[in-house]
């Protein structure tokens, strides 16, 4: 644990049985097992870690993001169950990008941070230049607030600057997985390259960790992290999440989930934020949550 104690999990699914069988059958492969925020929150206190901030990212094999706000009811429950254990948790929730379903109704949640675009494996021309800039689409970037953001993965750091280009100059951005789940391209893929300086030329993108989904070697994730720094100042990288339950496997096939749990997963990236507090000189606490401060602030009580 790092010197403040202080944790947080800035992107981890929450789904329950219920979730699941609403695409029981759809689906070519097996159904993951449900990944409760009571049975979550319950295996991290056995790890002496209770985090002060959650966010529960749409899951992509589910056709809306109501479990994101089923899971806001379930910890408000637990908390009146038991105040003093979990009064101090915050779960904020990251809803599907769909301009049908995240309508004004659904954004307008207190706790929902913003609208997700899952594009997985897509390679770039899968992304055609007005796939996410139609009218419809403009008019889902136009209703998010200021304080809301548009979370992309793709696990190409090309496919991403696709998307990147298409997203309204004003609007908030937060990249998975460092920006890329390629490490054998390398730092300096000129993919790589163009999506960090388009980040810096916007000024209001973000990379978020855990680190593991670029390479589950802290060795071969550190370039990227230290890209991140060196490009766009450590205050754009968020590194602190677990992505757990840790679905699907890395570019040698290895399962996830296989290798993590949620203690382990959030335990990697402090070994990756202190392997990059060696090399940057940054406080690994900075690296691994500062940024948590802007991309999900409080927001403040309207005026009455
Ligand atoms: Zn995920």
Redesign the pocket.
């Known amino acids: 644990m790092t010197e403040t104690g202080t944790v947080i999990d800035g992107?981890v699914?929450f789904f329950t049985a219920a979730d699941l069988a609403r695409v029981a059958g759809q689906l070519p492969y097996t159904l993951p097992d449900p990944h409760t925020l009571t049975d979550y929150l319950a295996g991290l206190k056995d790890s002496g870690t209770i985090p002060t901030l959650l966010n529960n990212?749409h899951?992509s094999i589910l056709p809306d993001s109501a479990n994101v706000f089923a899971s806001f009811e379930e910890l408000a429950a637990l908390t009146r169950r038991e105040p003093e254990r979990y009064g101090s948790v915050r779960l904020v929730g990251t809803i599907k990008a769909d301009p049908a379903y995240a309508d004004a109704e659904h954004l307008s949640h207190p706790q929902v941070v913003g609208v997700r675009i899952v594009l997985h494996d897509a390679p770039p021309d899968r992304v055609s230049s007005d796939a996410f800039s139609s009218a419809e689409w403009k008019a889902l970037f136009g209703r998010l607030r200021p304080d809301q953001h548009v979370h992309v993965?793709a696990q190409e750091a090309e496919t991403n600057l696709r998307v990147l280009r298409q997203i309204p100059a004003s609007v908030r951005v937060l990249i998975d997985h460092l920006g890329t789940c390629h490490a054998e391209r390398g730092i300096d893929e000129p993919a790589y390259r163009a999506l960090l300086a388009e980040a810096r030329r916007r000024g209001n993108v973000w990379f978020k960790g855990p680190g593991y989904r670029t390479s589950i070697e802290i060795e071969t994730a550190l370039p990227f992290v230290a890209a991140i720094i060196e490009t766009l100042g450590h205050g754009r990288l968020l590194l602190q999440a677990s992505?757990a339950p840790h679905?699907g496997t890395d570019a040698e096939g290895r399962n996830f989930a296989a290798h993590f749990t949620a203690a382990s997963a959030l335990q990697f990236t402090e070994s990756l934020a202190q392997a990059a507090a060696q090399v940057t000189g940054i406080p690994a606490d900075r690296l691994l949550r500062q940024a948590a401060d802007e991309i999900f602030p409080v927001l403040k009580k309207a005026k009455p």
Do not use: A, F, S
Request: no cysteine; charged share 15%; net charge negative.
């Open positions: 992107h699914h990212v899951l993965y992505d679905v």
